[in-house]
């Protein structure tokens, strides 16, 4: 159809029966232009037929959505609709189309029609009614003021269409157009269509506009009002006082905010304990009661985040496959039988009972044994995520236990947000230097550990933020210390603790190049043919560079060459570099220690004792030398005094049985004697070496040297007797590193050699003595 057929449609000329096509949340008013989307199948036929044919539809409004009242039942439809031209049609690829269509003229439905899939119905057109008079004109010079008002307060309005309607002579068309422009609802729009006098319609249109114009002409002012004093801290205050403005002078009710929906739907799907639940309904209703710029707001959306972030019934599967979980923990770290077999126990009670609740391990020994990464591998053996929290320096108990909310910036403690962190109820939980923990004003954390650490108590741990219990039996606790003697007894008590003590040279020499080479090799961008470290440069580097339980000064010094090696590489001095023992110097410097048994031990008065430190076992020299004097006793080396009294007890020993060991009585009367431990800047203490001290004294007093290579520990008593000592492991380790051959031992501590890597029993000589005279027999030379 042409423009200028489309001028010469009147109601006469139209077609008594019409495709019924209804609409929704849209009215078309005559001469209007509107866009439509045709989704349904039977509309998209009405819409094909229309275009075959004259293109001329009735649109009609349904009382309701498509979702309320499937299918286009008649009933839902109002009486009076408005036939329309498709004036343009496009189909989609979906078979859906989308139609612009103008309107024609107002028609009343007189019957339905069947025979087709979609609605017909026979309509009766009508024209504007009513006479134009002064108070017509009136009306329509009123309407157009006030929409005019209306398009310079809605950004939304073109301009221009204001233009148009003071222009306008037809009253009915100016009464359709600014009915199709303002803001109003489609039942007031679908009210205006239906009344055929123009006068009347006119009315109800100008209280349309009058209540429109009110309402934006109050949005002004409240925008006027509040930002003279707004900064960007108060927009937000503003708009929703704006909001809230707009809804009292409408009448409306603000109903439950998204947000809070929000919230219902997640504590709905989190399936939350009862206690929970209780905690966060109770929660949200406080919310919904509050208004979103109070303070008290923020703290409690905070706090229902944290409650349904909270993984409350998500778990990870274990894996319960013995074999690979072995494999896993082999792969990853080498030696370490101790704990492997534990976390290997552990699975296959697990597999035979699936609700054990989960070990409380602790890894202790020196730095640099593994400690942590062992625990990273745990959690890969199980298939469960790792969390670990450093707890060195932590000295308020709020950081285990959260802080109560009345705290402005209130948090729950760490272990709350390691679970929340790991997403499942039953991660491997590390806490990291658990002796390194203090105390101060603000309390105990080592106290707040003892219900975490606790696998009778920590089913109903109870955070300070949350308030409510949370299920901790399922976590796989592993602690890690350097020393246990920093830790309360209590707490201690509470946990099963594995030693991991250090490595002998051969296990740092395969775990050199199984692992810590590869590493550095990868770190530096090194290929495999690149660089390469011959068995004698490892071992130079064990024994001449580093002297430690662990293996961080180790890879620390292996990085060293790897850098030299990057640095030759990248010059183009080299392609390859196979770092051999001579060549060690050349990227590391000279060597830092050197042996210096023999050469220290082959003059009377110098004995080889063995001590236990924090980072191992360590050997220690002591020398003994007597002066002209009147029977004093001096000792130096910064010794404790335990360690003081066992110089004392060994001389009185030596005194009281001076002629069995060979001694004049008299030596004492006329001779001062000295006792010194060398490293002087390192504070000494312990009982351990009363043993070493009295063979010193005695190698002192009769001239005789100490047997090459030996070394002893035990505490002496004044009767003579040897009695036993701790830390036998570490100090073994430590004699094997200083090449000892011959070990002095009290017998009681036979039964700690078990433990004992094989490799170092086969290399050292163990002699196990309870009597003083038996060390004195072993110890000197003949």
Known sequence: MTQQQLMEVTTENLPETLPILPLFDATLFPKMALPLYVMQGESVQLVDEAMSKDRIIGLVVSRTTPSDAPGNTRDNLYPVGTSALILKMAKAEDDKAQLMVQGLSRFRIKEYVEGKPYLQAKVEHFKDAGERDVETRAMMSNIAGLFTRIVELSPGLPKEISGMANSMEDPGILADMVSSAINSSVEEKQKILEIEDVNER?????????????????????????????????????????????REELGEKDDTSVEIEEYRAKIEEKNLPEEARKEADRELDRLSRMHPSSSEYTVSSTYLDWLTAIPWHESTKDNLNIKKARKVLDDDHYGLEKPKKRIIEYLAVRKLNPDSKGPILCFAGPPGTGKTSLGRSVARALGRKFIRISLGGVRDEAEIRGHRRTYVGALPGRIIQGIRRAESNNPVFMLDEIDKVGSDFRGDPSSALLEVLDPEQNFSFSDHYLDVQFDLSKVMFITTANILDTIPPALRDRMEVLQLLGYTEDEKIRIANRYLIPRQRKEHGLKADQISFTKGTVKRIISVYTREAGLRNLEREIAAICRGV???????????????????????????????????????????????????GEILFIEATAMKGKKGLTLTGQLGDVMKESASAALSFIRSNAESVGIDEDFFDKHDIHIHVPAGAIPKDGPSAGVTMLTALTSLLTEKTIIKNLAMTGEITLRGQVLPVGGIKEKM??????GIKTVILPKRNKKDTEEIPKKVQKDIRFHFVDKMQDVLKLALEK
């Open 202 to 246: 006119l009315k109800e249109v100008h209280q349309l506009v009058n209540y429109q114009l009110e309402i934006l002409e109050l949005g002004n002012k409240i925008q006027v009002q509040v930002k003279g004093d707004m900064d960007k801290q108060q927009r937000e205050y503003y708009l929703r006082q704006q909001l809230k403005a707009i």
């Open 566 to 616: 990057a640095t030759k590489i990248a010059e183009g001095e080299a392609t390859s570099v196979s770092v051999k023992a001579v060549n060690v110097p050349a990227y590391i410097g000279p060597e830092r220690f050197t042996s210096e048994v023999v050469e220290r031990t082959s003059v009377p008065g110098v004995a080889i004792g063995l001590a236990w430190t924090q980072t191992g």
């Open 733 to 738: 380790l430590a004699a094997h590193r200083a």
